[in-house]
């Protein structure tokens, strides 16, 4: 069982930053894909990017690339996101997700096995 704690959600102005973490238990979340996703209100849940196991490989939805920059240290079991030039439409709840595959990096929800509580990013205009 892996277990995700995501931290570093908070109020921040158009075009400032958020680095938001997840801490994850267990030893098989360094052997999975890993993502971020995010909902706002009325809307659904949206993969935002994520990372083949190692880090070596990465995917971003398009609404986000060049902006926010998907990261993990799996010596730490943590999972990062910097998120650079922020604007109100990122605002939302953002949620780690873990336990993808290993051979490719999923972007839908159902293939993702575990998944953090979220943590809440605003951005003010």
């Known amino acids: 069982q892996v277990q995700l704690v995501e931290s570093g959600g908070g109020l921040v102005q158009a075009g400032g930053s958020l680095r938001l973490s997840c801490a994850a238990s267990?030893?098989?979340?360094?052997?999975?894909?890993s993502g971020w996703f995010r909902q706002a209100p009325g809307k659904d849940r949206e993969f935002v990017a994520g990372?083949?196991?190692?880090?070596?490989?990465?995917h971003y939805a398009d609404s986000v690339k060049g902006r926010f920059t998907i990261s993990r240290d799996n010596a730490k079991n943590t999972l990062y996101l910097q998120m650079n030039s922020l604007k109100p439409e990122d605002a939302a709840v953002y949620y780690c997700?873990?336990?993808?595959?290993?051979?490719?990096?999923?972007?839908?929800?159902?293939?993702?096995?575990?998944w953090g509580q979220g943590t809440q990013v605003t951005v003010s205009s």
């Open positions: 997700a873990g336990g993808g595959t290993y051979y490719y990096i999923p972007t839908v929800r159902h293939e993702y096995a575990y």
């Open positions: 990372s083949n196991w190692n880090g070596g490989a990465t």
């Open positions: 267990g030893r098989t979340f360094s052997n999975y894909a």
